[in-house]
Structure formats: structure tokens, C-alpha cells
């Protein structure tokens, strides 16, 4: 049992390139969740997927966009790639779309910079 | 959407003494209030949570209280050990609308613990 996984773990870009960032899980979770870490900024939401089939914005998703391939699987993707995006991004799923479902589980996180 | 700040930003404590952690929130309808701690370069992890029904949770060492009058709630860790140095998180459930789903999250307390 894997939980969620995501790849890559690392990446280096340069400015305008594009890549997209894989996330899966293996727990039959419905709600899949992509967090974007920065130094004193906490964890802010990009993008979610309350269910399979459905994508909504999150606080900060300009410059990026998901899809819910199935159920298992939710991909972010950054089109062209800018600086301000050297970040560390976590994927999540947790079981239901009320936020009183349970926890949220995160990957390992990728660590994206962008020179 | 949801407004959660949380302080202090970095606390240190010597073992065995006591450490507390508070967050505020603005959404009066937020009713799950989790706490993760993410290690240093892993991944977030939930410690505890608590619902709005009810005014404190304790698990071992740690417990949460909840003052929803005010709309605060506040980590509590007693006999510190080296092994609890790590960043907290405190987080709030959204329950209005479009946002149903979501967590906010707060900056983060990286919490040291000194032997």
C-alpha cells in the first residue's frame, strides 16, 4: 500500500518550459488536492478534485492547470514555467468531499525550481 | 474564503517543559480544525484534530482546545521531547459554497526542542 505517490521528486526548469507534475493514490480516495509549499507561507491549495470528473481552483492557480484523469490519478501542469514557481508541491487525497472525512495524506512532495 | 493566522512563527522550549501553539480563524461556519507536523524534508502529517461540537481533544502528550466564541484554537504539547521538533500547521475546514472541500492552512510554528 503506497499511499500517494508523486514524480518527480526533483525537478529543474528554465523560465517558459513546460512539465507536468504526476500524483496517484491507492486508497479509493474520492478528493485529490495539489499544495504548493513556501518558506513561511505555509501550504496553499492550487487546484482539487472533489470527486472524479471535477476540478476547482484553489487559492493560487494562475499559471497552472489539472486533470482528474480517474479516480486514482490527478495531475498539475505548468505551461510555462516562471521563477515564481520554485516552490515544493505536495499532492493529497483524502476520502470524501466534506471536509469532515478524515485526513488529508500527502506525498513526498516534489521540489520544482525554476531558473 | 477562510482567514487562518497562526503564532508564533517559531517557539522554542526545553524538554520536558510545555509548548502552545494558536490559531485564529474568520469563517464562524468552519467546523474541523486539524493539526499536521512535517518533519524536516518530509511530508505533513496529521497529529489531531478536533470538530466544533466539542471543546477539547487530548491524545497523550498533545491536546486541542477550541473556543469558537472567539474563534480560536490552540495546539497544546506537554513534556517535550527532542522528537517533537518539527513545523505545526494549523488548518480550518471552508463550508460555504464553491469552497466546500477546502483546508486553509496557516503558516506554520517551527517548534525546537532542546535537550
Known amino acids: 500500500n503506497a499511499g500517494v505517490t508523486q514524480t518527480p521528486k526533483f525537478q529543474v526548469l528554465k523560465t517558459g518550459q513546460s512539465m507536468t507534475l504526476q500524483c496517484a493514490q491507492d486508497m479509493n480516495h474520492n478528493s485529490m488536492y495539489w499544495y504548493r509549499q513556501d518558506p513561511g507561507m505555509g501550504l496553499r491549495l492550487i487546484y482539487y478534485?472533489?470527486?472524479?470528473?471535477?476540478?476547482d481552483k484553489g487559492e493560487v492557480p494562475n499559471g497552472y492547470n489539472v486533470s482528474r484523469l480517474n479516480k486514482r490519478e490527478f495531475s498539475l501542469r505548468l505551461e510555462s514555467a516562471a521563477p515564481s514557481q520554485t516552490s515544493v508541491y505536495f499532492c493529497a487525497s483524502r476520502e470524501g468531499i466534506s471536509p469532515n472525512t478524515g485526513e488529508l495524506f500527502f506525498g513526498e512532495g516534489s521540489r520544482l525550481t525554476v531558473l | 474564503g477562510e482567514n487562518v493566522e497562526q503564532h508564533p512563527s517559531t517557539l522554542s522550549v526545553q524538554e520536558g517543559d510545555s509548548a502552545v501553539i494558536k490559531c485564529t480563524y474568520s469563517d464562524s461556519a468552519s467546523n474541523y480544525f486539524p493539526w499536521y507536523k512535517q518533519e524536516l524534508g518530509k511530508r505533513p502529517q496529521l497529529i489531531i484534530d478536533i470538530r466544533s461540537n466539542v471543546g477539547e481533544k487530548k491524545d497523550q502528550r498533545i491536546a486541542v482546545t477550541l473556543n469558537k466564541t472567539a474563534k480560536h484554537f490552540s495546539l497544546h504539547i506537554t513534556e517535550t521531547q527532542p522528537e517533537d521538533s518539527a513545523v505545526y500547521f494549523c488548518a480550518a475546514s471552508a463550508r460555504r459554497g464553491s469552497t466546500l472541500g477546502r483546508l486553509y492552512f496557516g503558516r506554520g510554528t517551527q517548534l525546537t526542542v532542546w535537550p
Open positions: 478534485s472533489a470527486s472524479e470528473g471535477t476540478t
